[in-house]
């Protein structure tokens, strides 16, 4: 099946910082991209909706400014957590789709842990 | 009320157990319904789709009643490596969402398999 490669799959940064996620559709192009967040004992929550060349949809609840998201070409898109804290600390995760109806595809994961 | 629910288990069952899973969804509009199977800090991977007529994948069987907006995944004669959390997953219309895939996904159940 199609692949989605996310990176870093670790990331331990110091408080006030800012770290980016990257996620790749290696064999399809990825017009719309989901950013979710997972806390430990619960479900993913989507984050942000972004289709290529156009600015993301967030959720509500979700800052903006804090969680920048990026969608500049068909197969990259990331995710910025900018003056990350540790609350942020959290599993996050893309997934990309061709288009609407079309299979969804999950990157493997970004554990980001803010100290 | 959340939109997609399940109880989160654990479920503790020996090899060769048949496990049965429930989920409801609030939202009518919904379109579309996935099991999918997250090992513990990994990325969630699809395990199959759920259709009114139900269906069947080895021995996986998932079953949809719209009426009820409920759906079931039944598992037979169960191995150690079905050790996961499965999550329900619903996919609202597309049309609804404006043309995005907005998947909205349970907390999980978590399934272990002893010997």
């Known amino acids: 099946g199609a692949v989605v490669s996310q990176h870093p799959s670790w990331v331990i940064c110091k408080s006030g910082t800012s770290v980016k996620i990257e996620c790749r559709s290696l064999d399809f192009q990825a017009t719309t991209m989901f950013w979710y967040r997972q806390f430990p004992k619960q479900s993913l929550m989507l984050m942000a909706t972004?289709?290529?060349?156009?600015?993301?949809?967030?959720e509500q609840g979700v800052e903006k400014d804090k969680f920048l998201i990026n969608h500049a070409s068909l197969t990259l898109s990331t995710l910025t957590v900018t003056s990350a804290h540790p609350e942020d600390s959290s599993f996050y995760i893309c997934?990309?789709?061709?288009?609407?109806?079309?299979?969804?595809?999950f990157g493997e994961g970004s554990w980001l842990t803010v100290v | 009320r959340k939109e997609v629910e399940q109880d989160p288990g654990p479920f503790n069952v020996p090899e060769g157990a048949t496990v049965a899973f429930n989920c409801t969804y609030s939202n009518s509009a919904s379109q579309s319904f996935f099991w999918y199977r997250q090992d513990c800090r990994k990325e969630p991977k699809l395990l199959m789709s759920?259709?009114?007529s139900g269906n069947e994948d080895g021995r996986f069987t998932a079953q949809l009643n719209r009426a009820s907006q409920y759906i079931s995944l039944l598992i037979r004669d169960s191995k150690l490596s079905d050790s996961a959390t499965y999550l329900c997953?619903?996919?609202?219309?597309?049309?609804?969402?404006?043309?995005?895939?907005?998947?909205?996904f349970g907390t999980g159940t978590q399934l272990k398999v002893e010997l």
């Open positions: 997953v619903v996919n609202i219309d597309v049309r609804v969402t404006g043309g995005g895939n907005k998947l909205t």
């Open positions: 997934s990309g789709a061709q288009g609407p109806g079309n299979t969804i595809y």
């Open positions: 759920v259709y009114s």
């Open positions: 972004s289709n290529e060349g156009s600015k993301a949809t967030y």
